[in-house]
């Protein structure tokens, strides 16, 4: 090997790639761009979405509140801002009329909600059937109607307890037991669950987006530009070339999974969790994204084993394109493929186990959630590794074996690799 | 007698160039051509040959300057102007996916033939550019010199008075060049009046009726072979090219 | 416009599209295959989660001095329902649950480990639960649940037996209350029955209004950008655009053949796509989201398709821009993310809750068509918004058309240089071109501003930072483009006359504003809370000073920086004097955002250009601006809005001559 070459022409196609505006975009620019700015677009979404819901005025109309039940009024008063107008209760005649003339009111939006309360003679005194009648096809009436409920059901608990009280039932036989739980996972460690369960899924998506663009550059795009003649006139092997520039893509590919796992954990930080900390329903358990340190060798680890692998499959199928476009089209499915399992791994219950962690790619999911929590399973990383390796010296492979046909090579080969296939291995693979 | 059919003054382009700052691509330029010529401009590669004949071709601008076309203005009137135009350069590629024959029709309809007599035209023109077997072949298939002749097809397949050929024969073997001149010069027999640029003094000495020469966006001189002979006392136009370019001459 | 030149030149389009296999497989293939197989794959992964959770055995423990004798008694009563209840609700009320099934999840019981948090750390226990004794008097034992929210198994874990031990909480009182001599089933206390008045197409269509933007947007960019990139960066690339344009066809013939093949791909596209998704769902292969009816009636369908016409116009319009503004194929692809996901989040907008169409997003082309779809579908015709938001976006896209005319003007084509006289020389030449962008970001700014600090903030603080953001504007642009102070803001003295003029305007156009807002309201009735809330806004409860400090000084001199001076000196290089005062103007007003106060601040911003025109000073337009403020407001004071005595024609008619005196009087002396 040639390692002066091949240095040299890493390097040159490096330079290239730093000035050429498509490559800087989708290797550098989005990993590191586009997730904070999504999860700002969501954050501001979220919070803009909540303050409204809660600025809503409800205008809700209550028809023949029992006097046992006034404390409900309080209870509204507490939901938020609500302006309740009362009624009494409609006569048996006028009911219907009324519900009708409620139903309009809640349809022309002059009104949010109503609760109508009609005395039944079932159970204690102040027992009424409640019809709450709300517009599911405005936000507002939805508003009104959750807080309604809400304060409905409260007010049912606390009437509950007051005939309880009554019943001579108090304190602890009245209360029976209370329920607490108590989480032991502290917030890093939620955190860390969280992290686990997003980071790798982005974080291959990225790997495979840094490789396309170099991936397709550096082969088809080299003949559209007529390059690649120049290139291959060089006082070198045709091998170092490639060696050359298939370092360049996986580099690239690697780099765009470690800037995007970098900007992952910054806009975790900077914009989940004061989000969760302001959705947070006060169980206390704040989260705190911090990644492990032990995880950091592996999220290198893995980026490296991906970008390599992914590059060089991307860089076999684009060998047979003759122009970017052409490029693109004979790589995007196989960018498809890496996406789709980890569509399909997006499942916490899912356990790394030793078949799994024989699946490429998919095995480097799984371990990275793992290591994102905390984990080192030594077993499956050995065999992660070792399957991805496998791939990628299969990969290799065939990628020598295509560039020794000289058609493909000069890029007068007409068709994709699967054709390739089809033509010239089945003779050797019968032989063997 | 002929009629003047293009008419040219004090037609400027100016551009603006990063690295150069105000470029005067164009200055000044007057000339006429009338039918059944072949008018020649003669210049160095950017000496605003092809800046000329675009906006003759109203694909550009003028900055100053009028020129017109049968009598239409290229500012006022481009439609009616590109109506009477047909523009070929070797810039001017084709629809690689459509057909010569599905070509034809486009660019006859596109530039507004009569719609009964689209039909019998496009097959008129394959007819005559010799384009029968392959016409309902892709062009993409075609080899270089069948898409010159379907490029010729469809710059003249709307019948237009002026044709402008801007530095046609760039990338062509000679045979194939020597097939379009042969090509331009039936159409000069045919009435057709024809803009055409080039570098190469002798295809301008072969075809040109009228040579104007221009350098740094200004003409130099314009004048039919002999006159420029006469004028300049030398004998071959690359002589008289450089007389006229570098003002002193060079030994013959 | 030809027909016969626009029909010939889409059949060209669409004829080479169906000649390109990949480009067909890409565009249509693939879409259709990836979109119900992403959501496939979702949702059988969600199955087979609730499946993986349920089919597995919980191991727990029980610490080993339980506190309460019953606490064995209730822990085995929640077991043996555990599961029960699923994941519905915490109120553990599920009548459906049989008893005698048995528990519906599987729960083993472990020995008590000595160290807890490992034993849960690495699985060997998923729950704890450990019985707390009577701490206070009066009070109850406690079952405390330990375990790791960060582990699935446990997790899960805790919360079923949490729900099962809820619910038997809940039973065991009902029981107690029964022994006691409470007659009634609790159950039956306040029965609640939800009355729901939208039918469920309304109901259903709230649902599908909030995403059917985003969907077909999402679908046209996606059909369309594959066209688009090949209709004018792919000719380009290929020198068939040369070809093209030497042709007789006119400009805007082209660009209109172009969109049409854009808009007839995306829609083929849109439709193959959606009824795809229909097929699968009807075939029970993908879910249907739940409340969903995708029943439409005719009319209201026709109807959403006239109303979303335009925006697909402006989309393959602004397609076609990006691709007319890239010189090559690539390069169009990289611009198009952008496009599409500002396209998206403004589609997105009809998902935020209780956005009306009268208000202020009338004004935002594509969102307002998606916020008046939605209230559509809900039942709500809104007629004369919906004919403003069909005519808003509609205008956009004939500019944006228009802008793609003339990305066609062939300097920029041929010499394949961006930069022409204004970008080399940079500064003030290329301040015109550049201004109205300028002020477009600078107006999404302060919507986006203005839409998230609506209520609960000072006006003081509301006014200050609004007009911060535009003063800081006015600096960038001027430092940035250098451009001479002097001029910019027309900062020379006024003649005398023109303080007369002032002072006799600023009444006046007051009047002629409160016409307008009259006017306006016919077609939009402005609500009372508004007019409440504007009170407030303008800081009805502050001292006088404070009042015309913040609302009348301040403005007077931060907005006239940035409107009547850089806005107005930057539009005017490029304007004739008629439109140039009613785009200055109109513009200051759609920067009020409020819906009503656009018509009248219009109005107030075409009266100040047309001072600064006429006086070439900006100062008495800063004088008029902050005495119109100022009587705005000491007259709502007074009187809360003169809207009790209404002003009539004559008041009017007298206003409309003494503005045309003040301008009279405000003319520049003619210099010799």
């Known amino acids: 090997m040639d390692w002066t070459a091949i240095r040299l022409l890493y390097l040159s196609e490096l330079r290239a790639a730093l000035r050429e505006r498509s490559v800087l975009i989708n290797g550098i620019l989005i990993p590191l761009l586009m997730y904070p700015l999504m999860m700002w677009v969501m954050f501001s979404a979220i919070l803009f979405v909540t303050a409204r819901t809660e600025s809503f005025a409800s205008r809700v109309e209550i028809a023949g509140l029992p006097a046992e039940h006034r404390g409900l009024l309080e209870r509204l008063e507490e939901e938020g801002r609500i302006e309740v107008t009362e009624v009494d209760v409609p006569s048996a005649r006028t009911a219907a009329a009324y519900r009708t003339g409620i139903e309009e009111r809640l349809l022309a939006d002059e009104l949010d909600a109503a609760l109508i309360f009609e005395a039944t003679p079932d159970g204690p005194q102040g027992n009424a059937a409640v019809a709450l009648m709300s517009n599911g096809s405005s936000d507002q009436s939805q508003t009104a109607r959750g807080r309604l409920e809400r304060a409905l059901s409260a007010e049912r608990s606390d009437w509950l307890d007051r005939i309880a009280g009554q019943h001579g039932l108090e304190g602890a036989e009245w209360r029976v037991f209370e329920v607490e739980s108590n989480n032991l996972a502290t917030g890093v460690e939620m955190g860390q669950f969280l992290m686990g369960m997003m980071i790798p899924l982005f974080f291959v998506i990225m790997i495979a987006n840094g490789c396309l663009y170099p991936a397709i550059d550096s082969t088809a795009g080299e003949r559209e530009r007529n390059t690649w003649e120049t290139t291959s006139t060089?006082?070198?092997?045709?091998?170092?070339?490639?060696?050359?520039?298939?370092?360049?893509?996986?580099?690239?590919?690697?780099?765009?999974?470690?800037?995007?796992?970098?900007?992952?954990?910054?806009?975790?930080?900077?914009?989940?969790?004061?989000?969760?900390?302001?959705?947070?329903?006060?169980?206390?358990?704040?989260?705190?994204?911090?990644?492990?340190?032990?995880s950091l060798p592996v999220l290198l680890l893995t980026a490296v084993l991906l970008g390599a692998l992914i590059g060089a499959a991307m860089m076999i199928l684009a060998a047979f394109a003759r122009t970017f476009k052409e490029g693109q089209s004979m790589v995007t499915p196989l960018y498809l493929l890496v996406i789709f399992p980890v569509v399909v791994l997006n499942d916490p219950s899912l356990?790394?186990?030793?078949?799994?962690?024989?699946?490429?790619?998919?095995?480097?999911?799984?371990?990275?959630?793992?290591?994102?929590?905390?984990?080192?399973?030594?077993?499956?990383?050995?065999?992660?590794?070792?399957?991805?390796?496998?791939?990628?010296?299969?990969?290799?492979?065939?990628?020598?074996?295509?560039?020794?046909?000289?058609?493909?090579?000069?890029?007068s080969f007409e068709g994709n690799l699967f054709q390739f296939l089809r033509q010239r291995l089945k003779p050797v693979g019968g032989k063997a | 007698m002929s009629t003047i059919q293009v008419e040219v003054q004090g037609l400027s382009k100016n551009f603006f160039d990063q690295a150069r700052g105000e470029v005067n691509a164009v200055s000044e330029v007057d000339f006429v051509c009338r039918s059944g010529e072949i008018f020649g401009l003669l210049g160095a590669n950017g000496a605003g040959k092809t800046t000329t004949l675009r906006m003759i071709s109203t694909v550009l601008q003028p900055s100053d300057g009028t020129a017109r076309v049968l009598g239409h203005d290229v500012v006022r009137e481009p439609v009616e102007v590109r109506r009477n135009l047909g523009f070929y350069s070797a810039s001017t590629a084709l629809y690689p996916r459509l057909t010569a024959r599905e070509t034809l029709t486009l660019f006859a309809r596109v530039n507004k033939y009569p719609a009964e007599s689209t039909k019998d035209r496009v097959e008129e023109m394959i007819e005559r550019f010799g384009l029968s077997e392959y016409a309902g072949a892709r062009i993409e298939k075609l080899s270089t010199g069948m898409k010159q002749k379907v490029s010729i097809a469809r710059t003249v397949v709307h019948d237009p008075p002026v044709l402008i050929f801007d530095e046609p024969t760039v990338g062509l073997d000679v045979l194939n060049a020597l097939d379009l001149q042969?090509?331009?010069?039936?159409?000069?027999?045919?009435?057709?009046?024809?803009?055409?640029?080039?570098?190469?003094?002798?295809?301008?000495?072969?075809?040109?009726?009228?040579?104007?020469?221009?350098?740094?966006?200004?003409?130099?001189?314009?004048?039919?072979?002999?006159?420029?002979?006469?004028?300049?006392?030398?004998?071959?136009?690359?002589?008289?090219?450089?007389?006229?370019?570098?003002?002193?001459?060079?030994?013959? | 416009m030809n027909p016969r030149t626009v029909s010939a030149l889409v059949t060209n389009d669409l004829r080479q599209l169906a000649r390109n296999p990949r480009l067909l497989v890409f565009a249509v293939a693939l879409p259709l295959v990836m979109w119900p197989l992403m959501w496939y794959l979702t949702s059988l992964t969600t199955e087979r989660r609730q499946e993986r959770l349920e089919s597995r055995t919980y191991l727990y423990a029980v610490a080993e001095n339980p506190a309460s004798a019953d606490g064995a008694t209730w822990l085995d009563r929640a077991l043996a329902r555990v599961g029960d209840d699923g994941r519905n609700g915490d109120d553990g009320r599920n009548g459906d649950a049989d008893p005698e099934a048995g528990p519906a999840v599987l729960f083993e019981r472990v020995a008590p480990p000595d160290d807890l948090p490992a034993a849960l750390d690495d699985g060997r226990l998923h729950v704890h639960l450990a019985w707390e004794p009577v701490t206070e008097d009066g009070g109850a034992p406690r079952a405390v649940l330990t375990y790791r929210a960060d582990l699935d198994a446990s997790g899960t874990a805790e919360g079923y037996l949490r729900r099962a031990l809820r619910s038997t909480r809940v039973e065991v009182r009902e029981q107690r209350l029964a022994a006691a001599g409470f007659e009634a089933d609790p159950a039956d206390l306040l029965p609640v029955e939800r009355i729901e008045t939208a039918s469920e197409e309304q109901t259903s269509g709230l649902l599908l209004g909030r995403i059917l933007t985003a969907i077909i947007v999402l679908m046209m960019l996606t059909g369309g950008s594959i066209v688009a990139t090949d209709a004018l960066a792919g000719e380009k690339e290929r020198g068939t655009l040369e070809t093209l344009l030497t042709t007789a066809a006119r400009r805007i013939e082209i660009v209109t053949a172009k969109n049409l093949s854009i808009l007839s791909v995306a829609l083929i596209t849109s439709i193959l796509n959606i009824a795809n998704i229909v097929l699968w769902m009807q075939l029970d292969v993908i879910p249907a989201p739940e409340g969903l009816k995708l029943v439409i009636p005719v009319g209201t369908g026709l109807l959403l398709l006239f109303l979303y016409a335009p925006a697909a116009v402006l989309l393959s319009s602004a397609l076609l821009l990006v691709s007319g503004r890239s010189k090559t194929y690539k390069e169009a692809q990289l611009l198009f993310a952008p496009v599409m996901l500002g396209a998206l989040a403004i589609a997105a907008i009809p998902v935020l809750p209780g956005i009306a169409l009268r208000s202020a997003i009338v004004v935002v082309p594509i969102a307002n068509l998606g916020v008046a779809a939605r209230e559509i579908l809900t039942g709500t015709y809104d007629w004369p918004l919906l004919a403003a938001a069909w005519t808003v976006t509609a205008g956009a896209a004939a500019l944006l058309a228009r802008a793609s005319v003339r990305t066609l003007s062939a300097e920029k084509l041929i010499t394949a240089s961006d930069t022409d006289a204004a970008d080399l020389a940079g500064g003030p030449a290329l301040f015109p071109r550049r201004v109205a962008g300028w002020f477009a970001v600078l107006w999404a700014l302060l919507l986006v501003w203005q839409l998230n600090s609506g209520g609960g903030i000072d006006g003081r603080l509301l006014i200050t930072i609004n007009l911060s953001i535009l003063g800081a504007a006015a600096w960038l642009m001027i430092a940035r483009y250098r451009l001479p102070l002097r001029e910019t803001l027309s900062l020379k003295p006024p003649p005398a006359a023109a303080w007369l003029g002032v002072l006799i305007a600023a009444p006046a156009g007051l009047v002629l504003a409160n016409g307008v807002v009259r006017l306006a309201s016919l077609a939009m009735p402005i609500p009372e809370e508004w007019l409440e809330a504007m009170a407030d806004a303008f800081g009805a409860d502050l001292p006088l000073w404070q009042m015309l400090f913040f609302f009348a000084v301040l403005p007077g001199i931060f907005e006239e920086i940035a409107f009547r001076g850089v806005l107005l000196h930057g539009l005017r290089a490029r304007l004739n004097p008629v439109p140039l005062v009613l785009i200055a103007g109109i513009a200051f007003g759609f920067f009020h955002v409020d819906l009503f106060r656009i018509p009248p601040t219009s109005l107030l911003g075409v009266f100040l250009v047309i001072a600064v025109l006429r006086t070439g000073s900006i100062y008495p337009a800063m004088a008029w601006h902050a005495l119109h403020n100022a009587l705005a407001l000491s007259g709502a004071r007074i009187e809360q809005i003169g809207l009790t005595e209404e002003p009539t024609w004559w008041h009017y008619a007298l206003a409309l001559a003494a503005i045309l005196l003040a301008f009279r009087l405000m003319s520049r002396p003619k210099v010799s």
């Not at chain 1, 299969?394 to 890029?411: D, F, K, P």
């Open chain 2, 182 to 252: 042969k090509g331009i010069q039936e159409l000069r027999d045919e009435g057709k009046t024809i803009l055409f640029s080039t570098h190469i003094m002798s295809e301008a000495e072969r075809l040109c009726d009228r040579i104007a020469i221009i350098d740094k966006g200004r003409i130099r001189a314009c004048d039919g072979l002999e006159g420029l002979r006469a004028a300049t006392s030398h004998h071959y136009l690359e002589d008289i090219f450089v007389h006229y370019v570098t003002g002193n001459d060079t030994p013959a």
């Open chain 1, 351 to 411: 356990e790394f186990t030793p078949p799994l962690a024989a699946i490429p790619v998919v095995n480097v999911v799984l371990l990275l959630r793992q290591a994102i929590a905390g984990n080192l399973l030594w077993l499956q990383l050995g065999i992660t590794l070792l399957s991805n390796a496998a791939a990628i010296v299969g990969c290799l492979w065939l990628a020598s074996r295509v560039l020794r046909v000289e058609e493909v090579a000069t890029g």
């Open chain 1, 234 to 294: 060089l006082a070198t092997r045709r091998i170092h070339i490639v060696a050359a520039k298939y370092l360049y893509v996986a580099t690239m590919g690697t780099v765009a999974g470690a800037l995007n796992a970098a900007a992952m954990v910054v806009s975790f930080r900077s914009f989940l969790g004061p989000l969760l900390a302001r959705l947070g329903n006060g169980d206390g358990s704040g989260f705190a994204f911090e990644l492990p340190l032990r």
